[in-house]
């Protein structure tokens, strides 16, 4: 099920709604618990329902290993148990790749196997193997099976993440006021889902008609000149944030609903000045995971500068990996790994020699988001492109290799005034606007903090009529396929 | 803050959404570009005129199913030669055919559904013509082929399917899906572009013609189709862009998940061609040919290898049930070139008559 289906807001969620504050209302909380459980199983199965015993076993297995582990302190039990969750992952992600590789690499003709993936195998495997470490780090009280399947499939999260970690839901679990209708909670959550829904299926799905046709183009092996292709990267750049972060704060806000608080994901990542603060700002769960449970078990910046960059880049590189099974999604990661040791490298050196490059501070910042913008860009043209090698053609067409043509035509039938009208205002509200976090947050004072008033209420009213509308296209989250 | 601001907010939210949709459904439901929602009246207007010998000119956003229907409906004869195809199909004219009565029944997008309705219209009716010649687009066997507007023939396809003893029609998802388009957010840009058109031309209208060339559309009497002058005309680069854009696009029309040559499909198919032989009228093949451009995607891409698969299958049917078969997907296979093209999918006239031999 999709959170942008008519099903989802119409059916189930109002039925969810009920059922959970019902049940709180007569203080039956584990039935409500158990409901939201229930729920949630529900959403998933309804994409598939042969993989739910595979989320369910899974589930049980980690739960009944994590307790044993929080007994026994195994270190050897840790490992294995972190080895079978992984290997469950590889299998289904990364088999195909795999024996493709081996195909390439050593001209074999070994049959890739055709292995569908499990809708959120990615986030529901690192969810739970960092229950196992902090089982082991003796970072976890004892949980009951119903709170624990909770935290692992509460629907909000469970397709695309925000990773939500169990120190920060489980407090929230045995807390008896989630239980009580909070009118607070409601406002803001529905304000925040429906800002995520427009952002999806009216913003990113209208950039995905420009930067698909281009890819693709650029796939069957046209060359892109220098306007179609950064015109394609700035879409695919534009789509991925709004989609992603659409589908994070649709899930923010349908947590909120039933008095839950997960994490922020994403943050206006491309305001960033630099890459250290844009993994700050993008997909924020996931680089917090990467930092806490692989980065610093490495070793971290603890073991010297030549280490930690060696780190940076082993940890970036697995996160490429995470992303997706296929060599452009390990370049992409090995970049930003390159960018985060240059970035780092470059601070210390400066700090070092306390060298100031630029006297006017405004240039200064205005470069130095510049630079970082259009690393980021070009390394997601490694993200999105179907190979390496389509990559690599778009990349030169970036670099004007074929030329400067005013008049590209778009697969998509768009002319270049709705492409350039279409990314101008994503750019805007991407750079200029304060996110919806900020605008439902605490921001005393500042213009644009949001509060229940009429005026709010119609323009959200809009927006998530317009929203709605949209849904009648049917399309998919982007991270979906992680 | 107390509860009652906090409920006067969501309370707000939800009628300004719900004004929102309303307004929404009512514009598309008023304005109706594709004449979805509306009565009879547009369609049998145009099915009138036709049935008159008048051709009419001006023809955009109808129904073009229901024309079809109002015009069988109202024959006072059978047909001698009909086609049934899809827009590929729209330049096949009457002198093809010259013995006895003519008519193009082509819809866009035509799906196997409505061959097998628009044939039943004709038995409905108590008709049966000596000939139907068939268009054969590939997309006919794929059961992805995400076409859906033969649902506006669904009773008399479902009406095919009971001689067929295949039933598997929902009268309740066809109205539902035809109501979702209230709350389309394309339907609404389409409506209120097709509204300010109205407001500022105010002239909408199709109207019969002698002309069989135009500035603007002209469906011919006998149901072909003349394309407007700008269309007709187009220059070679602009044909090549076309085409171009048209095998880039993603996926290429109706085809996307072509995965394999639906069984369902195929038992229709050919429990069709049983039905019209066992009655004795001749069925007669059209493959129309592609843009060699989008030939060339269609042949060498993995993902169309379906389209290929489809065309050797639509040949085995034939020659087993003794049809002919005119055209092919490849357009070289009747010397047909670029130039024979509007775009990536539509043969000229010029290559319709080589197809059928007539330069």
Redesign the interface.
């Known amino acids: 099920m999709l959170f942008n289906s008519y099903e989802f807001i119409f059916i189930f969620l109002p039925i969810t709604l009920i059922l959970y504050f019902t049940l709180g209302y007569f203080k039956y909380t584990k039935m409500a618990l158990g409901i939201l459980v229930f729920a949630s199983l529900a959403f998933y199965a309804y994409w598939d329902i042969r993989y739910l015993p595979l989320l369910i076993g899974s589930i049980l297995f980690n739960y009944f290993v994590g307790a044993l582990i929080g007994k026994t302190k195994s270190k050897k039990l840790l490992i294995i148990n972190i080895f079978i969750n992984f290997a469950l992952l590889g299998y289904f992600k990364y088999a195909g790749f795999f024996v493709k590789s081996i195909d390439d690499f050593f001209g074999a003709s070994f049959i890739a196997p055709e292995i569908i993936l499990p809708l959120g195998i990615s986030f529901f495997t690192f969810t739970q193997t960092a229950f196992l470490v902090d089982a082991y780090r003796g970072e976890f009280e004892k949980y009951d099976l119903l709170k624990y399947s909770l935290f692992v499939t509460v629907f909000p999260h469970l397709i695309a993440g925000p990773i939500l970690h169990h120190g920060e839901m489980m407090p929230q679990f045995n807390n008896p006021k989630i239980f009580c209708l909070n009118?607070?909670n409601?406002?803001i959550g529905?304000?925040i889902f429906?800002v995520g829904l427009f952002k999806k299926v009216?913003i990113a799905d209208r950039l995905a008609l420009i930067a698909?046709?281009i890819f693709?183009?650029a796939f069957?092996g046209?060359s892109l000149d220098m306007i179609e292709a950064w015109l394609g990267a700035l879409a695919y750049s534009l789509q991925l944030y709004f989609d992603f972060s659409g589908y994070s704060e649709m899930a923010i806000g349908l947590a909120l609903l039933f008095n839950l608080k997960i994490p922020i994901n994403f943050f206006s990542p491309y305001k960033a000045k630099n890459i250290i603060d844009f993994w700050r700002r993008w997909h924020i769960t996931l680089s917090e995971y990467l930092k806490n449970y692989l980065y610093i078990p490495l070793g971290g910046n603890r073991k010297g500068q030549v280490r930690r960059y060696i780190n940076l880049l082993a940890t970036m590189l697995l996160g490429g990996l995470w992303h997706g099974a296929g060599w452009n999604f390990i370049i992409w990661g090995a970049l930003h790994g390159v960018y985060l040791t240059l970035n780092h490298l470059w601070r210390h050196l400066t700090k070092k020699v306390g060298l100031k490059v630029f006297r006017n501070e405004k240039t200064g910042r205005f470069l130095a988001w510049l630079t970082t913008f259009i690393a980021v860009v070009m390394a997601w043209v490694f993200f999105r492109a179907n190979d390496v090698n389509t990559a690599l053609s778009i990349l030169r067409g970036m670099f004007g290799a074929n030329g400067i043509s005013l008049n590209p035509?778009?697969?998509?039938?768009l002319s270049i005034k709705e492409v350039v009208i279409w990314i101008a205002i994503s750019l805007i509200i991407t750079l200029k606007s304060p996110n919806i976090i900020e605008i439902t947050g605490d921001l005393h004072g500042k213009e644009l903090s949001w509060k229940?008033?009429?005026a709010?209420?119609?323009i959200?009213?809009?927006i998530?009529?317009?929203a709605?509308?949209?849904i009648?296209?049917h399309s998919e989250f982007l991270y979906f396929q992680f | 803050?107390a509860?009652y601001?906090?409920?006067?907010?969501?309370k707000?939210?939800?009628?300004?959404?719900?004004?929102?949709?309303l307004i929404?459904s009512f514009i598309n439901y008023y304005v109706d570009p594709a004449h979805i929602f509306s009565k009879a009246g547009f369609e049998q207007g145009i099915a009138d005129l036709l049935i008159k010998g008048e051709n009419v000119a001006k023809l955009s956003n109808y129904n073009e199913r229901l024309v079809q229907k109002y015009y069988v409906q109202h024959l006072d004869h059978s047909i001698n030669t009909i086609v049934l195809g899809s827009s590929r199909s729209m330049q096949i004219r009457s002198y093809l055919f010259p013995k006895g009565s003519f008519f193009n029944h082509s819809v866009s997008g035509a799906s196997l559904e409505d061959h097998l309705a628009i044939y039943q219209l004709y038995l409905l009716h108590g008709f049966k013509p000596n000939t139907v010649v068939l268009g054969l687009d590939p997309w006919l066997l794929n059961s992805s082929n995400v076409q859906t507007r033969w649902q506006d023939l669904a009773k008399e396809y479902y009406s095919a399917l009971n001689d067929n003893s295949h039933k598997d029609y929902s009268v309740t998802t066809f109205y539902l899906k035809k109501y979702?388009?209230l709350?389309?957010?394309?339907?609404?840009i389409s409506s209120i572009k097709t509204g300010l058109k109205i407001l500022w031309n105010n002239d909408d209208m199709y109207y019969p013609t002698s002309e069989v060339a135009s500035s603007v559309p002209i469906k011919l009497s006998d149901g072909s189709l003349v394309y407007e002058e700008k269309f007709r005309n187009q220059d070679k680069v602009k044909v090549e862009?076309s085409a171009?854009?048209?095998?880039?696009?993603?996926p290429i029309y109706s085809l996307g998940n072509y995965s394999k040559l639906d069984d369902k499909y195929k038992d229709m198919f050919e429990g069709l061609i049983d039905k019209v032989q066992g009655q004795n009228v001749q069925v007669i093949f059209f493959l129309p040919p592609y843009h060699p451009l989008v030939y060339e995607?269609l042949a060498s891409?993995p993902d169309y290898k379906m389209v290929t698969e489809a065309e050797k299958y639509f040949r085995v049917i034939a020659r087993r049930k003794g049809i002919k078969v005119y055209g092919s997907y490849n357009p070289r296979v009747n010397g047909c070139s670029e130039r024979d093209f509007f775009d990536g999918m539509h043969p000229k006239e010029r290559a319709i008559m080589k197809i059928f031999n007539l330069n």
């Open positions: 009118w607070s409601i406002c529905i304000t429906f009216i698909n046709p693709n183009s069957s046209s035509q778009f697969a998509s039938n229940p008033s009429y709010w209420a119609i959200l009213g809009i998530a009529g317009i709605i509308l949209g009648s296209q | 803050m509860d601001v906090h409920k006067n907010y969501v707000s939210v939800l009628i300004t959404m719900i004004m929102v949709l929404s979702k388009e709350v389309s957010i394309s339907y609404l862009e171009k854009s048209y095998a880039l696009s993603t995607v891409n």
